[in-house]
């Protein structure tokens, strides 16, 4: 391709790591790349993301940027998207994910285990809230908002005990080593897509939807496309309290999809628990029947009940 690629590209700093490994992948195959940055309404409002619209703040100024050409590609945190797709944006490529996990960065190294009770823990999402809750240590769970540096500097400052964060996030950004301990999925299932990468370019330009579908990784697509259609099954946003973690493995025969999920009451004293599995080709079959019998046992309701 002879022109030169325009990544487009949040301000902070995740963000831009992540646009940056992209721009590396896309140079790798012999393109030219150039970032440039797009501001939106999520890094702007420093409000509580559940009252500005829930989901896609961070994405939809993106995709408008997208759509009048003022760039050709873009990078999101899977997570962050919607799961409706939206009119002439293509997916074409989910890239390898590598670590799906919350991690906690506590004072003093310590593990979940051994906060004391009535110990101050940080997060603004009411999944990692009622997760929390649920394992009954006592903590006193308190909402919190801004990019990393900004929830680890409330440990730092004494503020807070501790704080929940993507582990990806975390890797990204060089500070793995913050973290006193990656959670065990036992304890605190993710978010759907959490830790995979999304690139999205315009469905009409298909020279490029063919480039960057070479980045796509079979496997984590499966996991997310699973985790996403549980999501969409119970019709719950992005800020849901709602759990799933998807995985491929190798069985006795052949490569199997098992996905784990938990919804919620905001409070965490109610918990609707399941998992399921099948093949890796029926992603959206397993997660809709994952979904559906998390309804029929009362995950909708469960997920209303208030912090
Ligand atoms: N909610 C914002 C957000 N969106 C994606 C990540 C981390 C990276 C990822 O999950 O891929 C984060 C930060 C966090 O949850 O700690």
Do not use: Y
Not at 166 to 176: E, F, I, K, P, Q
Not at 268 to 282: C, E, H, I, K, N
């Amino acid at each position: 391709m002879s022109r030169v690629l325009r990544l487009g590209t949040r301000a902070s700093a995740l963000a831009t790591t992540q646009s940056g490994m992209v721009a590396e992948m896309v140079r790798a195959l012999g393109h030219e790349v150039e970032l440039v940055h797009v501001s939106t309404e999520g890094d702007v409002n420093r409000g509580p993301l559940a009252q500005m619209g829930g989901t896609g703040v961070f994405v939809s100024a993106l995709r408008d940027a997208l759509l009048e050409g003022r760039v050709d590609f873009a990078v999101h945190s899977l997570k962050d998207l919607p799961t409706t797709p939206a009119d002439g944006i293509a997916l074409p490529a989910i890239p390898r994910r590598e670590d799906s996990r919350d991690v906690l960065v506590a004072r003093d190294g310590l593990t979940l285990g051994e906060l004391p009770v009535g110990s101050r823990v940080g997060t603004g999402s009411p999944r990692r809230a009622a997760q929390l809750h649920a394992l009954g240590l006592g903590l006193d769970v308190v909402a919190i908002r801004g990019n990393v540096g900004t929830r680890i500097g409330k440990v730092t400052s004494g503020e807070l005990d501790a704080v929940v964060l993507a582990g990806a996030g975390l890797n990204r950004l060089d500070r793995a080593d913050e973290a006193t301990e990656s959670l065990d999925p036992l304890q605190m299932l993710p978010a759907p897509g959490q830790g995979a990468l999304a690139i999205e370019c315009r469905t009409d330009d298909t020279e490029l939807v063919e480039l960057l579908s070479a980045l796509d990784d079979a496997a984590t697509r499966a996991a997310v496309v699973c985790e996403r259609q549980v999501l969409a099954t119970l019709e719950a946003g992005c800020s849901a309290p709602l759990g799933a973690l998807a995985e491929v493995v190798e069985g006795d025969e052949g490569e199997e999809l098992w996905i784990r999920a938990v919804a919620l009451s905001g409070d965490g004293s109610r918990t609707v628990r399941m998992s399921a599995s099948g093949l890796p080709g029926d992603a959206v079959g397993i997660g809709t029947r994952l979904g559906s019998e998390m309804l029929a046992a009362g995950a909708a309701e469960l997920m209303e009940e208030p912090a």
